[in-house]
């Protein structure tokens, strides 16, 4: 067995000293549902028949609970967003494939599925974060029936998965999968994409070209083939486990797409607590899972996203993590995957060259990855570094491959594109923010230069347009933190400030907002705590004060005299928007915690 990396082993034991307590109280929890929570065999009779009376030819079997395990769907579905369209068909064919196991399942629930890419520099991106909190909170509401002896969630997007788990991490005494649909097939190149979105950024195309562009781009049912936040969902759920192994980006509508979910049911029914191999979600979702998450996350370059979703995740399962523990991992993971924005190709190329399961084989192999993880479906962890296939009708599963099939995309740990895994903790006197190094060159990654303030990324577009950012700029903008408006993505930015670094400028944003992994070529500083709102030191910065933003120093700091920086009075805050059901959501802005700790008014208000 390979000796597990010290940097790793130091921050797994530092998690798990830090959650004591917490983590105690979690497995307190779940083992009092498992006994004394509510389940088919408790409910009144009349709560059970309100529970089957719909079921069809299952009803027999769902009514009797000693000898059949009925699986709770819940589902993400709806036709608009590419990546769950495929979900349609789901619940009727896994009640199918229950049945061939002497079990049932049942729609357990639906989720708001909401598509970033469709809200993407628009109001409703404001409502974006705070959907994850909802869809935990929907998940929870679908499996309070009691009715369910284990759990299939239908989720890929970015922040459908974090949301489905973290509700049913609550119902952690479940067994439970999470069951992929694949990522739609590779369209327009990456890199002809980006200059089509830089020539319109420019004014040099019409709209009418950049529609065609992205609509050779985003083409067909699947995921988003770029590494952004959906495909380090799956990433993530791979390194913990929770997946079928080699299930992430078979694309849809395939025989061995279906075999693979088909496996997944299977598998469920197998670890059931009336079994002797119980496996539920709760004990599946430690210390050891959430750091191989993070070390998978560094390794292949994933979305900065995470910086935020995890500690969520982990919240959730009465575990802490911070980004300190995601800094020290990432000084010791080295980056063994260059996977659009990152590189070149995108996941599909990314599949073939290897994929999940080489990277799976080769951290291990490296001691990067804790292997004695309890997974849904192996004995440990490298069980899972191997890949789905079809041998005529049967489903088989063959180990990893011992070498990168492209090594432009994807390299093993001794000979990798980085030495460390490209996310970085700066820090200084305006706090906390993370820099996604790995798609910047390493000659931009420390940026000194007046700063250009704004509250707004629309008032950044009209200062580029009016040609007011010609020159060494760190581009200010905050008011973007959750208190604030929900902490939207600022993707309109990425093109103007990518115009600007390819004319010579030395470019860096700082913003209490957010990025993700298609961020790209420009250094941000981002998710910056505290945020304006509540008196954040970004809320001090002037336009024409020197910031330095430094990777390799680990540092953000404005250069301005200590006394004089303290004394100046905070910027005062934009009114709180109106309008596309933003003013709903004031309550989870109101009680909304810092970025570090996943931004969520939900799990602040449980005690989590």
């Given amino acids: 067995m390979t000796e597990l990396h010290p940097e790793v082993a130091a921050v797994t034991e530092r998690v798990v000293s830090r959650s004591r307590e917490t983590r105690r109280a979690y497995l307190d929890l779940i083992a009092r549902e498992r006994e004394a929570g509510v389940r088919r065999g408790k409910l009144a009779c009349g709560n059970l028949a309100h529970g089957f009376a719909a079921a069809g030819e299952d009803k027999a079997a769902i009514r009797d609970e000693r000898t059949t395990m009925n699986i709770g769907i819940v589902t993400a579905y709806n036709d608009m967003l590419s990546a769950h369209q495929p979900y349609g068909r789901y619940p009727e064919q896994i009640k199918l494939f229950a049945r061939e196991r002497g079990a049932t399942a049942q729609v357990a629930g639906g989720t708001p599925a909401m598509c970033d890419g469709v809200t993407q520099g628009q109001s409703g991106m404001e409502l974006s974060l705070f959907s994850r909190d909802t869809i935990a909170l929907s998940t929870a509401v679908g499996l309070s029936h009691g009715m369910f002896d284990g759990a299939a969630l239908l989720g890929i997007c970015d922040k459908i998965v974090p949301g489905l788990l973290i509700g049913a991490l609550r119902f952690g005494h479940l067994p439970t999968i999470l069951i992929p649909a694949g990522p739609m097939p590779s369209g327009l190149a990456n890199k002809e994409k980006q200059r089509i979105r830089q020539l319109y950024a420019e004014g040099k195309v019409g709209r009418a070209e950049l529609l065609e562009s992205e609509s050779a781009s985003y083409h067909s049912a699947g995921t988003c083939t770029f590494y952004g936040t959906a495909n380090s969902n799956q990433m993530m759920m791979d390194m913990m486990g929770l997946h079928m192994p080699g299930a992430s980006f078979i694309n849809p509508g395939t025989k061995l797409r279906q075999a693979v979910t088909r496996a997944a049911i299977h598998r469920l029914t197998e670890i059931g607590g009336a079994g002797n191999d119980y496996r539920p979600l709760g004990l599946c979702v430690d210390e050891k899972a959430i750091v191989n998450a993070a070390v998978g996350l560094l390794a292949t370059g994933g979305s900065t996203n995470h910086a935020i979703h995890l500690p969520a995740i982990a919240r959730a399962a009465g575990i802490v993590i911070d980004w300190e523990d995601i800094d020290r991992l990432s000084s010791a993971v080295p980056l063994i995957a260059r996977v659009y924005p990152n590189g070149a190709g995108d996941v599909n190329h990314f599949h073939a060259a290897g994929g999940m399961s080489f990277v799976m084989r080769a951290l291990l192999d490296a001691g990067l990855l804790h292997d004695d993880i309890l997974t849904v479906a192996g004995q440990s962890l490298r069980d899972h570094a191997r890949d789905p296939k079809l041998d005529g009708e049967e489903l088989v599963f063959e180990d990893a491959v011992p070498e990168s099939l492209d090594d432009a995309m994807l390299r093993r740990p001794d000979n990798p594109f980085q030495p460390d895994g490209g996310m970085r903790l700066v820090k200084g006197n305006l706090g906390r923010a993370t820099f996604k190094t790995s798609a910047v ?168």
């Fill in 441 to 608: 060159e390493e000659q931009r990654r420390t940026i000194e230069a007046p700063a250009r303030v704004f509250s707004d990324q629309d008032e950044v577009l009209k200062a580029f347009k009016a040609g007011e950012l010609e020159r060494d700029v760190v581009v200010v903008v905050r008011f973007q933190g959750p208190k604030a408006n929900g902490m939207p993505e600022l993707h309109k930015l990425t093109p103007p400030l990518g115009v600007l670094q390819d004319r010579g400028h030395k470019v860096a944003l700082v913003t209490d907002g957010r990025m993700s992994g298609a961020s790209g070529k420009v250094p941000a500083a981002i998710h910056l705590s505290p945020e304006a709102l509540g008196g954040g030191p970004i809320g001090r910065i002037r336009d024409g004060d020197i910031v330095r933003l430094s990777a390799a120093e680990g540092l953000l700091e404005v250069l301005v005299d200590d006394a004089e920086f303290a004394a100046r009075p905070e910027a005062e805050a934009p009114p709180p928007s109106q309008g596309t059901g933003r003013e709903l959501f004031a309550f989870m802005r109101h009680g909304a915690d810092t970025a570090e700790r996943g931004a969520s008014a939900m799990l602040a208000a449980a005690g989590l």
